[in-house]
């Protein structure tokens, strides 16, 4: 298995611009987490599906950002409009229940 | 509120000595509980998971769970430079499949 793949694995925009940020979990898994991480914040959940339904978005920070995941083997993170304290390295991890396996991480940067 | 809690360090030890890491959590119906290793610009890789109160060894790492004192540890025998990361303690909430983070430990181990 390939793992958990997100793409892209560095993005640098500029304040305002709408940023996508994309996951494939490892086939079967049915949780898919998504984090962020900063130094200050340590490792934070922004959201997380089971079987495709949101289940928590209380760690989303704000109505800039949404999450999807249209079918099992796909979600995206979208910010829009970004801005610079968004800066983070933003993870995706997916679940069989038992053992969470992080993807390579987004480092994203917002100038 | 869920805590996971830890030293943030650095923890500084010296190659081929044993590496003790530790970490305290509050809810006391957690079943289950592992061990993130994080290298820098890096995503966290499971090293350990550990669900019964006593030992869990796996080649040079063992995993300590103590239900009664609600602490976690890991011992890192004969430690050596690539041992050096971040280490993170996370239990699971048996509610929701959700991982509650320690802040992490950052353990430098010196040639």
């Known amino acids: 298995d390939a793992g958990v793949i997100q793409s892209p694995r560095h993005e640098v925009t500029e304040m305002g611009q709408e940023v996508t940020l994309r996951c494939k979990p490892i086939?079967?898994?049915?949780?898919l987490f998504w984090y962020r991480q900063t130094m200050m914040r340590g490792l934070e959940l922004l959201i997380y599906?089971?079987?495709?339904?949101?289940?928590?978005d209380s760690g989303m920070p704000e109505d800039r950002f949404s999450a999807k995941m249209p079918n099992a083997s796909f979600s995206t993170l979208k910010i829009q409009p970004s801005e610079p304290r968004d800066s983070a390295v933003y993870f995706c991890?997916?679940?069989?229940?038992?053992?969470?396996?992080f993807g390579p991480g987004t480092r994203l940067t917002v100038l | 509120q869920k805590e996971v809690e830890q030293n943030s360090g650095p923890l500084s030890v010296p190659e081929g000595a044993i590496a003790s890491l530790n970490c305290t959590y509050s809810?006391?119906?957690?079943?289950?509980f592992f061990w993130y290793r994080q290298y820098s610009g890096k995503s966290p890789e499971l090293i350990m998971s550990?669900?019964s109160n006593g030992d869990k060894e796996d080649g040079r790492f063992t995993a300590q769970l103590n239900k009664a004192s609600q602490y976690v540890s890991l011992l890192i025998r004969d430690s050596q430079p690539s041992d050096s990361a971040t280490y993170l303690c996370?239990?699971?909430?048996?509610?929701?499949?959700?991982?509650?983070w320690g802040a992490g430990t950052k353990l430098i181990i010196k040639p």
């Open positions: 996370a239990e699971k909430s048996e509610s929701n499949y959700q991982l509650i």
């Open positions: 809810d006391r119906v957690s079943q289950s």
């Open positions: 550990i669900y």
């Open positions: 086939s079967g898994h049915d949780y």
């Open positions: 599906f089971n079987n495709n339904v949101p289940i928590d």
């Open positions: 991890a997916s679940s069989d229940r038992n053992t969470q396996y």
